[in-house]
């Protein structure tokens, strides 16, 4: 198969999962509880109003219809308004999202490096101190839920030490420095909560390699040890790591909605949060979809990326 | 043979090496090893797997597998002790004084590096060479090797390239820093056989033209006598007997050494007829007409209009090289694969075509035995559920009688009876290779395909195998269809043969027929790639393949 045609395929199933997604967030807030024309209408409801409110958004229509009305809607980047307030959802998701961005990229930026680095250095001597030590320390993180290491984080370094903000709303005034200061903590609670695991995959991807018969030619060739690692072992064990960094960095999203409401930021995941809690159906939607498609997109990245480093479908027979 | 004794390049001296388990327990794998290697001499290290030949190369290098160190002994290169070098300066040694070629090119390739890029590595990182000039003599050593295109075939990578070709490249790899000694671990092992003769012939043509000394190590006494000055007989990491070629081969003195001798993949002096006379019979299993393809619309062909009958109690030998089709086809009459057209019948009766499709009673009438033992046999069960298991299912037995089966069934492949209670990975390959083939018997089949079942194992091993086959064989009137690519072994234990090609049956026929001139072609091909005992077949032999595979080439099914 050629390149081409296996990335085609690739993104014709990426597309169709997408679409699988979308049926799942339109009938899974279908089948929230309450009803919406009442949750907008409140203690204050009559029969006639809430028919009126009905006829407005179009619920007594078929879900079928509902769900192609929306996506249709949702594919022409009309997100709608929300249900609470009436302000147009796609302003304030560009503006949210920017922030989570911002928090998602600093954590990856810092997390992938740092991971593959310590993989690297745990795979050169296994069983080793250092490699004790890492795979140790990334095992105890692992055992913690990300909430818990972000109120350990909090607890010391905001109240004990009063070194950082334990909150991390945004002010428009805010500089680089403040940023910097405000984003240290949610950072790195999220970079403990996916690092862990990239190490380990790292260590053990490289480890499989390590103990093929090509590195045993590669020593036997006398290729010094720095180079062994980085020139023979680490581009046959580029395919898992990738995989795996892209799981860590979609599991990212998810953290991100446990760390903004913990810090408080002002992010996308907290915006679902508070949407979900006024039952704010449109808003709940748009961010699903928005954070299923991060998720689906990154694993697409993943999956062609691997593709692509591998020399067997690059240069076929 | 050189008489006077120069002073040697590599003297080993007491070499010991021992492996750690687990628990941290030590057992010398290598004991009290000796030997020289003159400059430009040969000297061959053979013994089967576990006799610590691999294991005393490498310590040649100053190497010893993860878990293995060495104990004791020295490794000297003209003066220099090898094992008191540090890590840098070993390092030196091994890219430009001591080279290695691996057993399988095909593994040690690395996958994702360019074959110029590993073939050059050492001399460019060293500074000993400039890349052009590196490249300028790889491909001197490509031509020289007779590998295909040598200007351009180094930059493929090791999948674009086939294997008899890659154990070439890593000739030249190893080749390239003009090594004073070249270490050869069964460079041919994993070759087909026509292709091996090709390589031995270029490593022969190789090491001589440079006068480079090399050790050789193999499991296989006649490809020795090709290239070999000397020979050390090892046995459970022990020496058994050390001394020149002709000696060796001519007079071996230890009982060991003439075990390995009998046990040599060389053509039987005669081929008996079959015993079974031509009376017209009823075949136990005849395949009609197949044709049979693989991938989505099954469009790339591997077997061609295939006629083929097994008679009751006769031994069916199917011989060709890889992708030959000769496993597709024992997949066929097992139903594991289907046919895109023709048909197999039992005793005159059409088999469906999947395994799914066919009575519990067809099924029970032809099993397989697969190649690989270790993997084919569940690591997770014991031996007695593995052999209980198909005696409940095809036979109906109870938990009782299938247990007293099993053990009776253990005693027929001459295993102790407590290896039920046994797993698999505890077992020697030998022994797996039994319980793999009392698996097949446990269904009390009429036909085993038995699909290269002993060409993954040592030599006296793969014998004690097919005496096994033919006892089983005359007590129970059972019929084999024998795959194998080995042509020696086919001669020795096949009533009938069926020689293929390109997924075509070329030539078929009673052994004593098909092996005799005048045959086919490829038969002859094949025929001329087992090697003989005698220190000057390799040269004639290679003449010989070169007229062979030009005739070959103007065939019908090649140019397809």
New interface residues.
């Given amino acids: 198969m050629k390149l081409t045609e296996i990335i085609g395929r690739r993104l014709l199933i990426g597309v169709a999962t997408l679409l699988f997604v979308s049926v799942l967030v339109f009938v899974g807030t279908e089948i929230l509880p309450g009803d919406v024309a009442y949750a907008i209408l409140g203690r204050g409801a009559t029969p006639e109003l809430l028919q009126q409110v009905r006829d407005r958004l179009g619920l007594d229509e078929p879900l079928v219809v509902r769900y192609f009305v929306w996506l249709t809607a949702t594919l022409s980047g009309d997100l709608g308004t929300s249900l609470a307030n009436g302000t147009d959802i796609s302003t304030e998701i560009a503006r949210r999202g920017s922030n989570t961005l911002i928090l998602a990229l600093s954590t990856a930026v810092v997390a992938v490096p740092l991971a593959v680095a310590l993989g690297l250095l745990a795979a050169t001597r296994p069983g080793g101190a250092v490699d004790r030590v890492i795979s140790g320390a990334s095992l105890a993180l692992i055992s913690f839920p990300d909430f818990l290491v972000a109120v350990a984080l909090v607890s010391i370094f905001a109240v004990q030490l009063g070194w950082l903000p334990a909150i991390a709303s945004i002010r428009p005034s805010y500089d680089l420095f403040d940023w910097i200061r405000v984003l240290i903590l949610p950072v790195l609670a999220l970079v403990f909560t996916i690092l862990a695991h990239m190490v380990r995959m790292t260590r053990s991807a490289v480890l499989n390699v390590l103990?093929?018969?090509?590195i045993?030619?590669?020593?036997?060739?006398?290729?010094?040890r720095r180079?062994l690692l980085m020139?023979?072992a680490l581009?046959?064990a580029i395919g898992p790591i990738i995989n795996v960094i892209a799981l860590n960095l979609a599991y990212i999203v998810s953290g991100v909605v446990v760390i903004e409401t913990l810090f408080n930021f002002p992010g996308l995941g907290r915006y679902m949060v508070e949407a979900v809690t006024n039952r704010d159906v449109p808003i709940v939607q748009a961010c699903a979809m928005i954070f299923c498609s991060v998720y689906v997109l990154l694993n697409l990245a993943a999956d062609i990326l691997a593709v692509i480093a591998n020399?067997?479908v690059r240069?076929p027979? | 043979m050189k008489s006077d004794r120069p002073e040697p390049l590599l003297a080993v001296r007491g070499l010991t090496v021992a492996a750690r388990d687990k628990r941290g327990r030590e057992t010398v794998i290598v004991d009290d090893v000796s030997f020289d290697v003159a400059p430009g001499a040969v000297i061959a290290l053979i013994g089967e797997s576990g006799s610590g030949k691999t294991t005393i190369s490498?310590g040649c290098?100053g190497?010893a597998?993860?878990g293995c160190h060495i104990t004791g002994g020295s490794v000297m290169l003209q003066g220099q002790s090898v094992l008191d070098q540090p890590l840098?300066a070993?390092?030196?040694?091994?890219?430009?004084d001591i080279?290695?070629v691996?057993q399988?090119a095909a593994?040690?390739?690395?996958?994702?590096?360019r074959i110029d890029d590993q073939v050059i590595?050492?001399p460019v990182?060293t500074g000993a060479m400039t890349r052009a000039e590196a490249l300028e003599r790889a491909r001197g050593l490509y031509a020289a090797l007779g590998l295909p295109d040598p200007d351009t075939i180094g930059r493929?990578?090791p999948?674009?390239v086939s294997g008899g070709q890659l154990q070439r490249l890593m000739a030249a790899?190893a080749m390239i820093s003009d090594p004073r000694l070249l270490i050869l671990d069964e460079p041919t092992t994993a070759l087909d056989v026509t292709t091996q003769i090709e390589v031995l012939h270029a490593f022969k043509t190789l090491i001589r033209d440079n006068r480079t000394a090399a050790i050789y190590v193999t499991h296989d006494l006649s490809l020795v006598a090709q290239v070999a000055d000397h020979i050390l007989v090892l046995r459970d990491g022990r020496m058994v007997e050390h001394g020149p070629t002709e000696q060796i081969i001519a007079a071996p003195r230890a009982p060991y050494t003439r075990a390995l001798m009998d046990a040599a993949h060389v053509m039987p002096e005669e081929i008996a007829s079959p015993r079974i006379a031509a009376v017209p019979e009823a075949p136990l299993l005849q395949v009609r007409g197949v044709t049979a393809g693989y991938g989505r619309d099954r469009e790339i062909i591997a077997l061609r209009d295939i006629d083929l009958s097994i008679g009751h109690g006769q031994t069916v030998g199917v011989i060709g090289e890889s992708g030959s089709g000769k496993t597709t086809l024992g997949r066929i009459i097992s139903g594991l694969m289907a046919p895109v057209s023709g048909e197999v019948l039992l005793d005159g009766r059409p088999l469906a075509a999947r395994v799914a499709q066919r009575a519990r009673g067809d099924l029970k009438q032809v099993q397989f035995a697969f190649q690989m033992a270790d993997v084919a046999l569940n690591p997770r069960q014991r031996i007695g559920k593995i052999l209980g298991r198909p005696m409940r299912f095809y036979r109906g037995l109870g938990q009782a009688e299938s247990d007293r089966e099993v053990a009776r069934l253990l005693e027929r492949v001459e295993l102790p009876t407590a290896f039920a209670q046994r797993f698999p990975p505890e077992l020697s390959g030998g022994q797996r290779q039994r319980v793999n083939l009392a698996r097949a018997l446990a269904a009390e089949p009429r036909l085993i395909i038995c699909d290269e079942i002993t060409s993954a194992l040592d030599t006296i091993v793969a014998q004690q195998i097919l005496d096994l086959l033919a006892s089983l064989q005359k007590d129970l009137n059972l019929s084999y269809m024998f795959i194998t690519h080995d042509i020696a072994t086919v001669a020795r234990i096949a009533d009938r043969i069926a020689v293929m090609r390109l997924g075509r049956i070329v030539q078929q026929g009673p052994v004593d027929q098909v092996l005799t001139p005048p045959c086919h072609e490829y038969t002859r091909l094949l025929l001329n790639s087992v090697p003989e005992m005698r220190t000057d077949w390799l040269d004639q032999a290679v003449h010989e393949r070169r007229r062979l595979v030009a005739a070959l080439d103007g065939t019908p099914e090649a140019k397809r």
């Fill in positions: 103990s093929s018969p090509a045993e030619m590669a020593i036997l060739k006398g290729v010094p180079r020139r023979h581009p046959n020399p067997r240069y027979k | 490498l290098m190497y597998r993860p840098p070993l390092q030196r040694l091994r890219g430009k080279t290695y691996a399988s593994a040690s390739f690395n996958g994702a590096m590595e050492i990182i493929r990578y999948h674009q790899m």
